[in-house]
C-alpha cells in the first residue's frame, strides 16, 4: 500500500476509493470519494472534488501515517458482568487504489488511538468546506429527478433487484440484479443450491437515464410496500442516504388488480428492470 499510495500521489488525476467516518462532538462525519473524483459527504451531499484535493486527501493519508497504522483498534472492554455488546465501530479509513486495499478501524471499548482519529478529522476537515456548495439531497424523489436531468453523477446511485421463483419452485433460477452506479451485475440464483457467477456490464448514458427515467414514473415514495407478483420480488432503490424497499409476491389479500394504478405502475417498473438481465426473461 505505501507504493501504491506514494505512486498515485504523483498521478495527474489521482483515481481510488476513500471512505471515511468518524464521530466527536459533531456528531458523526461521512465522506465516500469515489475514483471519478466525485465524493458523498454526510449521506446527502453529492460533491465533485477538484483534481487538487483529490491529490491532498492522498498527501495526507501518506504524510499522517494510514499505511503504519492497526486494522483494528478497541472492541475489547474490560472485565465485566454487564452481557456482552455488539462492537460499535467509532472511527474507519478504508483505501483502495491500484487494486490494493487497506483499512483501519476504530471499535468503541478497548485501546484508542488518537493517530487514526487525528487523521481521520483532517480528511474530513479537507472536504467539509466544499460540501457547501455541493448538490444536497433530501429524499429519494429528488434524488431521482436530479439524476434523470443530469444534475446528480451516478455514484450516488444503487439498485437491487432480486427475483426468486413462486415456492415450492426448486428448478426455476432466479436472478439477483444490481446496479451500482452505472454498473449492472447479475447472478442467476437457486435458493439453497447455487449462486452463479457474477455477469457484469456497464449501461450506456441512454440506458442509464431510461432507468432512472422508469424510476421517477413509478413514484416510488407512492407504491405500498407490499405489491402482488406471481414470483417472489424484492426492490431497493437508493439515492445516496434515501432507500425504498418494495416487496411483491402471490400475497393472499392482494390479487393483480387490487391495487389499480400503483400495481401497473410497479409492474411497467420490473419489466424495465427485467430488461437489464442478460439472456432469457
Known amino acids: 500500500m505505501a507504493d501504491a499510495l506514494r505512486a498515485e500521489r504523483a498521478a495527474p488525476e489521482p483515481s481510488y476509493r476513500l ?81 490494493v486495499r487497506a483499512s483501519s478501524i476504530q471499535f468503541a471499548d478497548g485501546e484508542q488511538s488518537k493517530a487514526l482519529r487525528s487523521l481521520a478529522n483532517a480528511l474530513l476537515d479537507a472536504v467539509a468546506p466544499l460540501a457547501a456548495s455541493g448538490t444536497r439531497v433530501d429524499g429519494l424523489e429528488q434524488g431521482l429527478e436530479l439524476l434523470s436531468r443530469g444534475d446528480l453523477l451516478p455514484e450516488g446511485f444503487e439498485l437491487r433487484f432480486v427475483e426468486l421463483p413462486r415456492p415450492g419452485t426448486t428448478t426455476v433460477p432466479g436472478t439477483i440484479l444490481r446496479v451500482e452506479h452505472r454498473t449492472a451485475t447479475t447472478r442467476v440464483y437457486l435458493p439453497g443450491v447455487e449462486l452463479g457467477e457474477p455477469v457484469s456490464t456497464e449501461l450506456s448514458d441512454d440506458a442509464f437515464r431510461s432507468l432512472i427515467g422508469e424510476l421517477v414514473a413509478a413514484n416510488l415514495q407512492s407504491l405500498p410496500v407490499n405489491l402482488w407478483a406471481e414470483d417472489q ?36 417498473l420490473v419489466e424495465a428492470i427485467r430488461a437489464l438481465v442478460p439472456g432469457p426473461q
Open 19 to 99: 471512505r471515511v467516518d468518524c464521530d466527536g462532538e459533531r456528531g458523526v462525519r461521512r465522506l465516500e470519494v469515489f475514483r471519478s473524483g466525485a465524493a458523498i459527504w454526510e449521506l446527502h451531499t453529492h460533491v465533485m472534488l477538484p483534481v487538487q484535493t483529490r491529490v491532498d486527501l492522498l498527501h495526507r493519508l501518506d504524510e499522517g501515517g494510514f499505511v503504519a497504522l492497526e486494522p483494528r483498534y478497541g472492541g475489547k472492554p474490560e472485565a465485566t458482568k454487564e452481557p456482552a455488546r455488539a462492537l460499535r465501530i467509532v472511527c474507519r479509513i478504508e483505501l483502495e487504489l491500484d487494486g
Open 233 to 268: 420480488l424484492d426492490l431497493e432503490v437508493r439515492v445516496l442516504g434515501h432507500q425504498r424497499s418494495i416487496q411483491a409476491r402471490p400475497f393472499s389479500r392482494l390479487g393483480s388488480d387490487t391495487l389499480g394504478e400503483a400495481q401497473r405502475r410497479f409492474d411497467r
